[in-house]
């Protein structure tokens, strides 16, 4: 499986088949579900604690340290799969619109190259 290949439909099916394999379901509820998300957000984000901007790219270039980070990104992803099929969240449709949100919120023009 490849980003530039693999929807959306086919790693939601690919996490709900994992977990119906394991009769997981009924752990995955919303509450359950967040919670995890939020947990495994924090066990990336320890792989960036302490760590200096300039340091960054070592990072990206350890090749061990990488594939945990990978695992840790694919750990909040299965999860948010997850949680949005058990909310029956078209994950497609609320990103989509969120971003155009945002572009109202921030338009480029005003907000290029800037945070606030």
């Known amino acids: 499986m490849k980003d530039t290949t693999t929807t959306v439909a086919e790693l939601t099916a690919l996490v709900e088949s994992f977990?119906?394999?394991?009769?997981?379901?009924?752990?995955?509820?919303?509450?359950?579900?967040?919670?995890s998300i939020a947990i495994e957000a924090a066990e990336l984000m320890e792989h960036f604690q302490w760590l200096r901007s300039e340091e960054l790219d070592s990072v990206r270039d350890d090749p061990a340290?990488?594939?945990?980070i990978a695992e840790e990104v694919a750990d909040i992803a299965a999860y948010l799969l997850s949680f949005a099929h058990t909310m029956k969240i078209d994950l497609s449709s609320a990103l989509e619109a969120k971003m155009k949100k945002n572009a109202l919120k921030y338009p480029a023009e005003k907000f290029r190259g800037r945070f606030k």
Do not use: G, I, Y
């Open 19 to 35: 977990v119906a394999e394991r009769d997981w379901q009924p752990f995955h509820d919303p509450k359950n579900l967040s919670t």
């Open 65 to 68: 340290k990488m594939a945990e």
